[in-house]
């Protein structure tokens, strides 16, 4: 499984978030709100000016900006 | 369909301080006594669904309410038991970094409730269990309602609520709080809980952590530091979580305590970040939803269907917020919301409208002359006339906006402009405040500065209350169709696009200007729960427009009524003096003596078929009537404000009488309207109804293109009205920041209106 940043996956993708590299309120919002590593999400698609992203986290939907996604790192899934 | 045998007594809205300073101390009351219980929850977990199936009210369902400062509080019976259930902001997690969290906080450590139902989204299990963990860590009793166990169920998920509360410690109840179905059960549950001995569980956070976690407990407990309102293992973990208040807290508390704890803390982190490259709050998050894990792994939640499987909520984001369609249904939307808001209102305001025409006629004939007549009619019937002639336009576009929020699409609307408010240091979600303000021309800015509270973060939302008022509202619209239609009738719905788009362009540009100056800082994380679709419930929308229309007549309702009194009485005091009037009374004598008393007699008759003679006489003593108004305006306090300012206003190109116009205008943007119209007929608007104001201008030697577009430019742009100061004072939770917007936007307007004029006059 290749480890790539989450703002280069593509729609519909699926992977398992490695790690989350910044402190303070970004990282805490998003902890709070379950992007942890470990945790699955699958990009659900993306703004019309392609920011934000919206994720499939834990049975709900998150969005987050391109440069707020530019913390976290996904071990992708190939697709099937 | 069961609705669960609670009687509501009554709501009652509070208005929260932060922090608390009523402390009330509950505890040792006998168990006949009404019990305290607090309800708390992720936003859009149902949480104010429950409420209002238990209390008997609707509020509103969303992360949206009236709770940046409030919150609300229902009593309600069972069996014989009176229960008084108090409703906390919607919330991810108590670490204090947005109001929601602190109020929560404040209120569970302040009002200690006897017992917390913490209501969880089953569908959502692992997400919304995070919060119950820092629950659990306060100690506070505890009730977990677990709802919306039907959805949970159609995706698939199977739920084991009495392996839950085993493994939790806490009573769980599967509830569906749309239907009322399990609330009985929860609400005995609760009932058994409540008065229990606060008991904080631990959580274990991993070698590192829990060592550093002894340490500090063991000095908070010695020191007894803040140990009166947190569990001492709650204080550390917020210490390690870099918690802002907690923090200042423990500053106040006993600053070489605080010192050594935040010393402590920096090592502990020091020596994270070398070894694991990791921060403790990172570590701390990680451990919380591993101890989730570990219970739902432990048999209590499977998942039957595959996890990428679609739901109808995920096929309508296909189409909704697909990249092409989108943008375009979005379009459609907003202006439906306006289509549907301006037609459907265009026939209840002008009810209205006639309504107020006739009460100031029945005035007009019924009382006698005098200046009770007169404030009765300018003041109180053309003040309130002015404002609830709007209710029913604002009352559909509450309720638009309330199906569009409660349905969730708003989150999407968001979710799509963020891109381009976010050049402005704006956030996506301050779109709809923008729409709601006038951002198609015609609104409101009062709704719109409300609008804001669905900002969690204060700066962008600081920054949208404070340029909202510089869309073209509703109020402003008649103003600026006036001075078009007057000075560039030839491409009207040209210069009516124009001036709006300006309005946009300067709005979001002094957006920018604020969040480079006053309002600097990074932005806010755009990290947002995107609902599930639902159905708006019609009861829902029906109180929850009328809960917000209700209290924008009640504010407009009094201080507009007010302000036009007091603007009526700067019109017409100080009077002239009585040799003045007899002048003018004296002259227009000589006029009737001089001819014969049949013209007279006919000039004063209501006829409009009257002989030349008559006409002139009637043109002659019109002419004396403007001039005694002209004198008595210039001679009222009003008169003088406007000379007064006439010096620096003639920059721009005002004269005193328009200088009038503006300052009424901050009362309400419809008076200036009906100002000018006083002011430019010298007083008696009907004997000169056939030429318009519009034609008046145009006329009058003081008014040109240029004076126009400056004059435009500065009604757009000036201080907001005085409905909608009142409005910011309250959102923005300070005055400081109602006087800036009125001096910053006055001075701005000033500016650019000058710049046009100089410019204009210079080019021609």
Same mark, same amino acid.
């Given at each position: ?80 | ?19 608390? !300073? ?49 919150? !609300? ?39 200690? +409730? ?6 969880? %989204? ?11 963990? /820092? ?61 229990? $001995?606060?008991?904080? =569980? ?5 070698? %590192?952590? %829990? ?19 947190? +569990? ?12 802002? $208040?907690?923090?200042? !807290? ?18 502990? *982190? ?26 739902? =792994?432990?048999?209590? $939640?499977? /998942? ?8 109808? *909520?995920? !096929?309508? %984001? ?31 305001? *002008? ?9 100031? *006629? ?93 900002? =969690? ?78 159905? +708006? ?13 209700? $209290?924008? #007549? ?105 200088? #009038? ?11 200036? #309207? ?21 034609? =008046? ?68």
């Amino acid at each position: 499984m290749p480890e790539i940043n989450l703002r280069q996956m593509k729609k519909d993708q699926s992977g398992t978030i490695s790690a989350i590299k910044v402190g303070g309120e970004l990282g805490l919002r998003m902890r709070e709100m379950g992007l942890v590593a470990g945790t699955r999400i699958t990009i659900q698609g993306r703004a019309p000016l392609n920011d934000p992203v919206a994720l499939r986290v834990m049975g709900g939907i998150l969005t987050l900006r391109n440069n707020e996604a530019d913390h976290i790192t996904v071990f992708v899934e190939d697709k099937v | 369909m069961r609705r669960p045998p609670a009687v509501m007594v009554a709501v009652v809205v509070h208005r929260q301080h932060v922090p608390l !300073k009523n402390k009330q101390k509950r505890d040792n009351q006998p168990m006949t006594q009404t019990i305290h219980m607090a309800l708390a929850g992720n936003p859009n977990a149902g949480k104010t669904t429950l409420f209002n199936t238990l209390t008997g009210s609707r509020q509103h369902v969303g992360n949206y309410p009236g709770i940046t400062v409030d919150y !609300k509080e229902g009593f309600f019976t069972h069996k014989n038991q009176e229960i008084n259930l108090t409703d906390l902001p919607g919330t991810y997690s108590l670490t204090a970094y947005s109001v929601e969290e602190v109020v929560t906080r404040d209120y569970l450590v302040n009002e200690k +409730p006897q017992v917390v139902i913490n209501i969880i %989204d089953a569908s959502n299990l692992e997400r919304n269990l995070y919060l119950t963990t /820092q629950f659990l860590e306060l100690g506070c009793p505890l009730v977990i309602a677990l709802n919306m166990i039907d959805v949970a169920k159609d995706r698939g998920i199977a739920i084991n609520p009495e392996k839950l509360a085993v493994l939790l410690g806490v009573p769980v109840a599967p509830i569906i709080a749309r239907s009322g179905k399990g609330t009985d059960i929860l609400i005995d549950q609760a009932v058994g809980q409540s008065g229990q $001995q606060w008991q904080p =569980r631990d959580i274990s956070y991993g070698e %590192d952590l %829990d060592a550093a976690i002894m340490d500090m407990i063991a000095l908070i407990t010695e020191e007894k530091f803040l140990t009166g309102i947190y +569990p001492p293992r709650f204080t550390a973990i917020k210490y390690l979580e870099h918690d802002d $208040q907690m923090l200042k !807290k423990g500053q106040q508390e006993n600053s070489l305590t605080a010192d050594i704890l935040e010393e402590k803390v920096t090592q502990v *982190s020091d020596h994270l970040l070398k070894t694991m490259d990791a921060y403790p709050e990172a570590i701390i998050a990680d451990h919380r939803y591993g101890f989730i894990k570990s219970i739902l =792994r432990q048999g209590v $939640q499977t /998942q039957n269907f595959d996890t990428d499987r679609l739901y109808t *909520s995920d !096929k309508i %984001d296909k189409v909704l917020t697909n990249r092409l369609l989108g943008p375009v249904f979005m379009c459609l939307v907003l202006f439906g919301l306006y289509q549907l808001t301006f037609s459907w209102s265009e026939i209840p305001v *002008s009810w209205l409208e006639s309504f107020f025409g006739w009460l100031g *006629s029945q005035a007009e004939t019924l009382l006698p002359d005098g200046p009770v007549k007169s404030m009765l009619i300018s003041g109180v019937i053309h003040g309130m006339g002015g404002v609830l002639g709007f209710v029913p336009l604002i009352m559909f576009m509450f309720l638009g906006i309330a199906i569009l929020e409660d349905s969730g699409y708003l989150a999407r609307v968001a979710f799509m402009m963020d891109r381009i408010f976010r050049i402005f240091g704006l956030h996506g979600s301050s779109v709809m405040p923008f729409i709601i303000s006038g951002g198609i021309a015609g609104g409101c800015a009062v709704p719109g500065v409300m609008a804001t509270r669905t900002l =969690r973060s204060p700066k962008e939302r600081l920054a949208t209350i404070l340029t909202v008022p510089f869309m073209n509202c509703g109020a402003k619209v008649p103003v600026i169709a006036l001075l078009i239609g007057a000075f560039f009738s030839e491409n009207k719905a040209m210069y009516m696009f124009l001036f709006t788009l300006i309005s946009w362009v300067v709005a979001l540009l002094a957006a920018k200007f604020l969040r480079l100056t006053v309002l600097k800082g990074p932005a806010t994380p755009f990290v947002m729960e995107l609902p599930p679709y639902r159905f +708006p419930t019609l009861q829902g929308l029906a109180i929850h427009t009328w809960e917000r229309t209700w $209290q924008y #007549i009640k504010k407009a309702g009094t201080v507009i009524l007010g302000i036009s009194i007091l603007l009526w009485a700067m019109m017409s005091y100080p009077e002239l003096s009585a040799a003045r009037k007899a002048d003018f009374e004296q002259q227009r004598q000589l006029i009737s003596v001089a001819v014969s008393p049949a013209i007279l007699a006919e000039s004063s008759s209501k006829s409009d078929a009257v002989s030349e003679e008559a006409l002139t006489l009637r043109q002659k003593i019109s002419l004396i009537n403007r001039q005694e108004s002209e004198q008595a305006l210039r001679h009222s306090l009003a008169g003088k404000v406007g000379l007064t300012l006439e010096p620096i206003s003639t920059l721009a190109g005002f004269e005193w009488r328009t200088n #009038i116009a503006l300052v009424g205008g901050f009362a309400a943007k419809e008076v200036i #309207i009906s100002t000018l119209g006083t002011a430019y007929s010298m007083g008696d608007v009907k004997a000169d109804a056939s030429d318009s104001l519009g034609q =008046r201008l145009t006329t009058d030697p003081n008014w040109n293109k240029v004076v126009a577009v400056s004059a435009l430019i500065f009604i757009m742009f000036y201080a907001p009205c005085f409905v909608t100061v009142v409005c910011i004072a309250k959102e923005a939770g300070h005055w400081g920041w109602s006087l800036f917007s009125i001096s910053f936007n006055t001075i701005f307007a000033f500016l650019l209106a000058t710049a046009v004029y100089q410019i204009g006059i210079r080019i021609g």
